[in-house]
């Protein structure tokens, strides 16, 4: 996609990709910049936390209990952060949380 020559005003506003914008008022030219931005930063956050969820599943997986039970006290601040910055649901996380927790507790000793 090209973008407009320097000088020349543009159609469509565009952001940080490239991507055209159909917004014409600047508040909400700037709005759509900003969701681009929030929308990477929400992907990432939900990425971390998939990551720690997934190392307790690996570690229940290899039925290594002390692993397990390290890598779930690790995942839960995180877990719980992600609730706050409003990433997840709060009974998403809370889900997580029992069923991984129970999964720890089934484990032999």
């Keep these: 996609m090209r ?3 320097a000088g020349s005003a543009p ?8 991507v055209g914008t159909l917004a014409n008022i600047k508040s909400a ?7 681009v931005k929030n929308r ?3 992907m990432a956050m939900r990425s971390k936390m998939r990551t720690y969820l ?3 599943s690996a ?6 209990r002390t692993a397990a039970e390290t890598s779930y006290k690790a995942a839960m601040p995180v877990l719980d ?12 996380a809370a889900r997580h949380k029992s069923r991984l927790s ?4 089934s484990m032999a000793v």
């Excluded at 159609?11 to 490239?18: L, M």
């Excluded at 030219?29 to 969701?35: C, M, Y």
């Design 40 to 42: 990477a930063n929400n």
């Design 54 to 56: 997934k190392k307790v």
């Design 59 to 64: 570690a229940i997986e290899t039925g290594d």
């Design 102 to 105: 129970a999964a720890v507790k």
């Design 29 to 35: 030219q700037k709005r759509a910049r900003q969701s």
């Design 81 to 92: 952060s992600m609730v706050n910055k409003g990433i997840v649901h709060k009974n998403k």
């Design 3 to 5: 973008l407009p020559a």
């Design 11 to 18: 159609a469509q506003a565009y952001d940080s990709t490239g």
